[in-house]
């Protein structure tokens, strides 16, 4: 791969989502393409909670359903440049209550924490919303800066999508579940009041950034300004460095709070460094380490440090039958450690596990083995078989005397039947040793088993 293939592979990954669509226009002028994107999710569980004190209550099958219409459309320029937008529209409706628990007659008692997605009584057992999703506007230099396009700018506003590297620290920028449905489909994940800033040059891209995140509870808004440097060394490696300051942006006032506002306020610095690096041609080494400088109160300053990070070996050959590619994964988050706003970039990825990664637990205070074999009977069709295994950095921070969590294993498969349809199904089974029989109560001692069906039409 050479520099201009690797520069223009960084400049789509953060970028927002391509979905498919209908063109309405394409042209000298620009073009306008419009699209509908349907997807929904079932599930069946057998012992969720593992059987434990918290099951009560909870349905055994439950489904989600996402429809999102949307536009995009970009305005030609002088010398190749483009103005830019996008706009779409998310309905999601939930039935059922998943196994988090959390849709489950959760009381909101406090008042102050009203809001448009939280109610002040009891979560139903249907709950759908209709909300718009992405709005955003930007400008792209084309050959402005150079007439290879070797050197580009781009700047952009609004709510819309952001990632860094594989989503550790920044991937989804709003809450979904509670009373917006789609927990699990999890189909809102711009952030909001957004600018974005791009320059790339050869094989280096540097950008800036401000988002706010969309979360279900108004007071634990946040917002995020950083820094993102990444660098091709050679065709086959990649050095990245972030600097991301989290702040509170609370809507509400400290009027009538439980909780004071010096409690409340988050002022975080996180440094973050990533590593890809392919040493021979089937191998492939990536890796990450954030360290963060937590200060706890408004008043004395207070500092906690945190750290977390992953390093993921994958030997893939894709000469063989089948095209295995094996991978192993080791992740700790300190007890300390902000997850912040992390996503789904592939299978395990950063919902670690379909249980116990989507529905239990949060990237803190945990340590985390992952095997993965990943085959391709077809072209058309991929298996994926995960193995997870986590422990408990300090099980006292949850009042706990054991660190051992227990073990995860999923078994997923993806159909692409054609170039709209995608079809997956899966089955997981969750394990709980001692450490997870004091997490969901003591007589939480059943192997948690659960079976998803899920389908996307993407037009």
Same mark, same amino acid.
């Given at each position: ?21 209908? &063109? ?5 002028? $620009? /073009?306008?393409?419009? @699209? ?5 999710? #079932? !599930? ?126 920044? &991937? ?5 579940? $509670? /009373?917006?449905?789609? @927990? ?5 994940? #711009? !952030? ?224 692409q039947y054609n170039e709209s349809l995608k079809l997956t199904a899966s089955l997981a089974s969750f394990i709980p040793n001692e450490g997870g029989k004091e997490y969901m109560g003591g007589d939480a001692n059943k192997t948690w088993l659960q ?9």
């Amino acid at each position: 791969m050479k520099y201009k293939q690797i520069l223009l592979l960084l400049s789509i990954l953060p970028s927002k989502a391509v979905l498919a669509g209908y &063109s309405i226009y394409d042209g000298q002028y $620009g /073009n306008l393409t419009t @699209g509908l994107f349907l997807e929904t999710a #079932s !599930f069946g569980e057998i012992d969720n909670q593992s059987g434990g004190s918290q099951k009560y209550g909870l349905t055994d099958g439950f489904i989600d359903i996402n429809i999102k219409p949307h536009i995009e459309g970009s305005f030609n320029t002088y010398k190749d440049s483009r103005l830019y937008g996008g706009f779409s529209y998310a309905y999601t409706n939930s039935a059922g209550h998943d196994p988090s628990g959390f849709t489950h007659h959760r009381l909101v008692t406090d008042a102050t924490q009203e809001s448009d997605y939280t109610n002040s009584g009891t979560y139903l057992d249907y709950r759908d919303t209709v909300a718009p999703e992405d709005l955003y506007a930007g400008w792209r230099s084309g050959k402005i800066l150079d007439s290879n396009e070797s050197i580009t700018f781009d700047i952009s506003g609004g709510r819309q999508k952001y990632n860094i590297g594989s989503g550790f620290l920044i &991937s989804y920028g709003a809450d979904n579940g $509670g /009373n917006r449905g789609g @927990g699990y489909l999890w189909p809102r994940t #711009s !952030f909001d009041n957004t600018i974005i800033g791009r320059i790339n040059i050869y094989n280096t891209k540097l950008e800036g950034f401000y988002l706010e995140t969309r979360p279900l509870d108004p007071a634990a808004r946040r917002s995020y300004a950083g820094t993102n440097l990444e660098h091709a060394i050679s065709d086959t490696s990649i050095i990245s460095f972030s600097y991301i300051n989290t702040q509170n942006k609370r809507t509400l006032h400290d009027d009538n709070s439980t909780v004071s506002l010096g409690v409340q306020t988050v002022d975080n610095d996180t440094f973050d460094g990533r590593f890809e690096f392919s040493p021979l041609e089937n191998f492939k080494f990536n890796s990450e380490y954030a360290y963060q400088v937590k200060r706890t109160s408004v008043t004395d300053r207070t500092t906690l440090d945190a750290s977390g990070g992953f390093g993921q070996l994958t030997y893939k050959r894709e000469d063989l039958f089948l095209k295995p590619a094996l991978s192993y994964r080791y992740a700790i988050q300190s007890e300390n450690f902000d997850g912040m706003s992390p996503g789904m970039t592939d299978w395990g990825t950063w919902f670690q596990g379909e249980i116990s990664g989507m529905w239990m637990l949060y990237n803190t205070n945990l340590i985390t083995h992952m095997t993965k074999l990943d085959i391709n009977p077809r072209e058309d069709i991929s298996t994926h078989l995960i193995y997870f295994n986590y422990s408990f950095v300090d099980p006292t921070v949850f009042e706990q005397t054991s660190s051992d969590y227990g073990d995860e294993v999923n078994l997923i498969t993806d159909w692409q039947y054609n170039e709209s349809l995608k079809l997956t199904a899966s089955l997981a089974s969750f394990i709980p040793n001692e450490g997870g029989k004091e997490y969901m109560g003591g007589d939480a001692n059943k192997t948690w088993l659960q079976a998803m069906f899920y389908a996307s039409y993407n037009y």
